[in-house]
């Protein structure tokens, strides 16, 4: 129940496309859901990140899309551009003050350009 | 400001070694957790910090593993007889106490066991 799956694990977007990336959970406790960008040698940094009463928010080119009913979030990148290239990371955590994050296996993108 | 750091950046230990990561958190922030990431795969949460004690170790895998942060800011991980599955990108993060926020992650410590 603690688990985050994510998918595809990589994808190949040309510049300008869009990319997806979809996450599903399980346990319903969970109420905070993060997205977070790594390039290699480097932590994940946060992107985004939407909690269960909203259905979408944006933040410039990114999108998180969320369908409490099917316990599904995506991400969506407008206009992708090679330096979006990276992996791409999917949390959720539960109600309460500093919950630790269970994190996805992650998306590596590739945008070509 | 700055963000989270962590020393080594890379540490090269033979098998029953003992080793220790550093991380220094965002100054303010109370709450510190560290994650383990193995190659081509998420973070893996070990062990959560408020204030000076850990209130949630569970993540931690067996008992060579122990972190410590006596005065609240400063945390080290400490691993006992390290075997080379313990090979892994040890990663911390700091957040502010709030109900539910952004964690900041450091670079992460590259740790090799041979």
């Known amino acids: 129940q603690q688990q985050v799956k994510q998918s595809p694990q990589s994808l190949i977007v040309q510049k300008g496309g869009i990319s997806i990336i979809n996450c599903a959970y399980e346990n319903t406790a969970f109420d905070y859901f993060p997205w977070y960008q790594q390039f290699p040698g480097k932590g994940p940094a946060l992107l985004i990140a939407?909690?269960?009463?909203?259905s979408e928010k944006k933040e410039g080119r990114f999108t998180i899309s969320f369908n409490k009913s099917a316990k599904q979030f995506s991400l969506h990148i407008m206009d992708s551009q090679p330096g979006d290239s990276a992996t791409y990371f999917c949390a959720a955590s539960r109600g309460g003050y500093g919950q630790n994050f269970v994190f996805g296996p992650g998306t590596r993108l590739s945008v070509l350009p | 400001g700055a963000g989270v750091s962590q020393t080594p950046s890379n540490k090269v230990t033979e098998k029953g070694k003992y080793v220790e990561l550093r991380c220094d958190p965002i100054?303010?922030?109370?709450?510190l957790y560290w994650y383990r990431q193995s190659l081509g795969q998420g973070p893996e949460f070990l062990i959560y910090f408020q204030g000076t004690g850990a209130a949630d170790d569970s993540g931690l895998p067996n008992d060579r593993f122990f972190a410590v942060r006596p005065e609240g800011s400063v945390s080290t991980l400490k691993i006992q007889r390290t075997e080379r599955g313990d090979s892994a990108v040890y990663l911390c993060a700091s957040s502010a106490y709030t109900v539910q926020g952004p964690q900041y992650f450091g670079p992460g410590t590259r740790l090799l066991v041979l």
């Open positions: 939407i909690r269960p009463d909203v």
């Open positions: 100054s303010g922030h109370t709450a």
